[in-house]
């Protein structure tokens, strides 16, 4: 972990955002400490642009889920979501807006520093584009072909023929590393839920559809006609390289 990590820490509570930022500077992360969604967006304006947000989901001005929204709508940042709560419906339309994990409140302070590394890992920094064309005649292993774009995995990074880069989630990316681990089998939620090594399979079912829902999005020629991840009935979802339908 490099001690140029970033972290914004967003709570209305100055008590539980203090507490959570000096624990964080104990272990290396330059730490930035906002009361809501206004001073969100001042931080990140005069340059202090985050490796990862923590969002408290509750607070009485701008909700924590109109936070994700307009940050997401203007950046790639990893989230994690923080709700005392813990309302399956708000970490499911959390996960909709593009957050990458949640804890609840109060949170243990260990398991949080594990889901930011975890979370870290997953986002790391994008490496250089290749050159225009040279994703499509690639035979590098880290590069994996979904559709329209390229995975890849080194980088953690999906990018379109001509090295453009297009903004992935951590989560989203977890689930497309499963699929290129998988091609051509059929993988249940619950398998997807494993192999990504999400948790709370009940809660996070309905966030797997979501999920590929956004990333079809992304890499599907005709997203209303998905042919590169398809969906099998009575059994999952199955990744197809080639992008047929057989």
Known sequence: MSQSQHIIIVDDEAPAREMVG???????????????????RSAIAA???????????????????SIIRDLKSRTNVPVI???????PIDRVVGLELGADDYIAKPCELRELMARIRSVLRRSGP???????????????????????????LEAQALRDDEGNEHPLTASEFGLLKVFAANPK???SRERLLELANARDSEA?????????????RKIEPDPTKPAVIRTIRGGGYLFSPAGDKA
Not at 22 to 40: I, N, P, Q
Not at 81 to 87: E, H, P, Q, R, V
């Open 185 to 187: 089998r059929v993988l």
């Open 81 to 87: 979501m923080l709700t005392a709560t813990a309302s």
């Open 204 to 216: 996070f079912d309905r966030a797997v559809d979501l999920r590929i829902m956004r990333i079809r």
């Open 47 to 65: 340059g202090s642009e985050p490796d990862l947000v923590v969002l408290d989901l509750n607070m009485p001005e701008e909700d924590g889920l």
């Open 126 to 152: 994008a490496k250089a584009a290749p050159a225009a064309g040279e994703a499509a005649s690639a035979k590098a292993e880290n590069l994996v072909r979904f559709g329209t774009k390229w995975l890849d």
């Open 22 to 40: 000096d624990y964080l500077k104990m272990h290396g992360f330059a730490v930035t400490l906002c009361d809501g969604g206004k001073s969100l």
